[in-house]
């Protein structure tokens, strides 16, 4: 059926401009394959114990418990940036600087405006309008002097998180109903 293609002029235009094979893209940018955790070593379903009911993505980027066989696959992914803040104890951290950065009356410039306090830095725009005298975290606008003192993570290649097979979501905030979703972060 395929033998009336001819692709003669395709080869010649690649060898023309110097191409280079799929596979050598592949083994060159490894690092973001393998350390990025694009190529899981294994995948899985979560599955809770009380329920009997796994995890599923339903729809967009929330996810639901659902029978095991219809659940979500998923694996390690997503790097931590170098001076992550450390896991143990953040979401009382971030509580308490969120608290603290919503009642204050501070003048604080969150990049090209100023705001009272950094948690209105973001005025409904998120991470993009919290810069300068503020930082962006798990969600929260705070004070970057605040998440500067906050105890980090060793730098580390791969894995901070969890991200749902074949997708590019990752699980960024936990959310009264469960785990949200993100685009994943690769580049450390």
Same mark, same amino acid.
Do not use: W
């Given at each position: 059926? =395929?033998?009336?293609?001819?692709?003669?002029?395709?080869? &010649?235009r690649r060898r023309s401009l110097h191409c280079k094979p799929f596979a050598y893209f592949l083994h060159r940018f490894r690092g973001v394959?393998?350390? /990025? /955790? &694009? &190529?899981?070593?294994?995948?899985? $379903?979560? $599955?809770?114990?009380? $329920? /009997? $009911?796994?995890?599923?993505?339903? /729809?967009?980027? =929330?996810y639901v418990l659902a029978p095991c066989e219809q659940g979500s696959w998923f694996h390690f992914a997503n790097q931590a940036p170098n001076s992550f803040p450390q896991v143990v104890g953040l979401a009382k951290r971030l509580e308490v600087a969120a608290a603290k950065s919503r009642h204050s009356q501070e003048l604080v410039t969150c990049g090209e405006h100023q705001a009272k306090g950094c948690a209105a830095c973001p005025q409904g725009h998120g991470e993009g309008w919290c810069h300068r005298d503020c930082a962006w975290i798990m969600g929260h606008c705070l004070p970057a002097r605040e998440v500067q003192a906050m105890p980090t993570q060793a730098p580390q290649k791969c894995c901070s998180g969890i991200r749902e097979w074949n997708t590019i979501d990752c699980w960024d905030e936990l959310e009264e109903n469960g785990p949200r979703g993100s685009y994943c972060d690769v580049t450390g």
């Open positions: 059926q =395929h033998s009336n293609i001819d692709i003669a002029e395709e080869v &010649l394959y393998m350390d /990025g /955790g &694009l &190529l899981p070593n294994k995948v899985f $379903r979560i $599955r809770s114990t009380s $329920r /009997g $009911r796994c995890i599923k993505n339903g /729809g967009g980027k =929330h």
